[in-house]
């Protein structure tokens, strides 16, 4: 009887502890997604979360934290960093007659941009004769700049001088006629183009310069098949897109303060690119063409993760041009403005940080072409308000 008793005490006080050892383990097991939690909900509010560049937030989530007593702290904790404009440095800009063509096709542009956030873009030309109405528009329209676009087989350092003069931020050249066979190869090397050289190095002007030209087709954003090449290909042309590419780095040797913005990326892979950056401190790239995303379209996440630390490092040289077409009649239509919104999706889906995000979409243009842009607004029109 009393051995039976002993061990049934002895069975409950085991069970007690099991229950004892059960609660405890509930009892922090509970504690810590609490914790987990809390922190998690914190973390959605406070500024700890801003110095973690996979999780890029708007800097101004923080200012809620203490601004009217933190009443706000915690709202909408969500919002990524956002551009405060764009600054589309490639635009082409054909046939204008005069400065009533010239105004009406810059407003029609923005009243379809603007509520994307446009604030600004340079035009191409090759009108010599339009200086002084490209002069008068950027002068009295903040949103236009320009640049000037020199014939290739009729340079002038005189012309090159007066666009300058009269408000030309930038020079533009083009090898296609080269590709196609059209000009010889080594024109850059002749004597009036060498003094342009000189001048656009001494008086801190950007060249524009579409070097290179990839082979193969690229249906994904519009692309033929070869551009210029094939031309070229049928009347001798033996050379590459390497030798080009060194044609014009020897330019940059030669003149050290050349800054030179590789049209298309130089169509050149990242790798290429990042070995490009680290040997000419004056060599940056524009978005056009190969910095498109469509619009149904999303990054697989390791190419998202590859681009996004690539332009993270780099953004100080990446400046955004789409290579848009504007001359007056029906040169504004859906796939203009479509060309414009695939390259802003490409650097918004990257989920950049804010800095990165502000330098590509307009503080390395500010820098390069020396805009004030003090006139210009991030407050938006359009948009839902307060």
Not at 133 to 154: G, H, L, V
Not at 197 to 206: G, M, N, Q, V
Request: charged share 25%; with cysteine.
């Amino acid at each position: 009887m009393d051995n039976n008793n002993t061990k049934k005490t002895s069975l409950n006080w085991r069970d007690y502890i099991i229950v004892i050892l059960l609660a405890t383990i509930v009892s922090f097991t509970i504690a810590a997604i609490t914790n987990y939690t809390s922190n998690r909900s914190c973390d959605l509010s406070t500024t700890s979360k801003f110095s973690d560049p996979t999780r890029p937030y708007s800097p101004y989530l923080h200012q809620r934290d203490t601004m009217d007593g933190g009443f706000s702290r915690g709202w909408m904790p969500h919002f990524p960093p956002s551009e405060e404009y764009w600054i589309d440095m490639h635009v082409h800009l054909r046939n204008i007659a005069g400065s009533d063509d010239l105004k009406q096709l810059i407003d029609k542009w923005f009243a379809h941009l603007d509520a994307y956030r446009l604030g600004k873009i340079v035009v191409i030309t090759g009108q010599d004769n339009m200086f002084d109405i490209f002069a008068e528009m950027s002068q009295k329209d903040s949103r236009f700049a320009w640049m000037y676009q020199p014939r290739i087989t009729e340079p002038s350092v005189e012309l090159v001088r007066e666009a300058v003069s009269k408000g030309a931020c930038a020079l533009k050249l083009h090898n296609s006629s080269i590709m196609s066979g059209r000009t010889p190869r080594h024109i850059w090397q002749n004597e009036e183009w060498q003094a342009i050289f000189s001048l656009a190095a001494s008086a801190e002007i950007p060249l524009l310069w579409h070097i290179t030209q990839r082979y193969s087709y690229s249906p994904y954003h519009g692309g033929g098949y070869i551009p210029y090449w094939e031309q070229g290909w049928k009347v001798g042309v033996d050379f590459t897109n390497e030798d080009l590419l060194q044609d014009a780095l020897a330019q940059m040797r030669r003149f050290p303060k050349l800054k030179v913005i590789g049209a298309h990326q130089n169509y050149v892979g990242v790798d290429r690119m990042i070995e490009l950056f680290k040997e000419y401190e004056n060599l940056y790239v524009d978005s056009s063409v190969g910095m498109y995303l469509r619009w149904a379209d999303d990054f697989v996440e390791k190419d998202r993760l590859y681009l996004r630390d690539f332009v993270e490092r780099w953004s100080e040289r990446i400046v955004f041009g789409t290579d848009a077409s504007l001359f007056p009649g029906n040169s504004i239509d859906e796939y203009a403005v479509q060309g414009y919104l695939c390259h802003a999706r490409f650097f918004l889906k990257l989920r950049l940080s804010d800095k990165a995000l502000q330098d590509v979409t307009w503080r390395t243009a500010e820098q390069l072409f020396k805009f004030d842009l003090t006139s210009l607004s991030s407050n938006r029109r359009g948009n839902v308000r307060p």
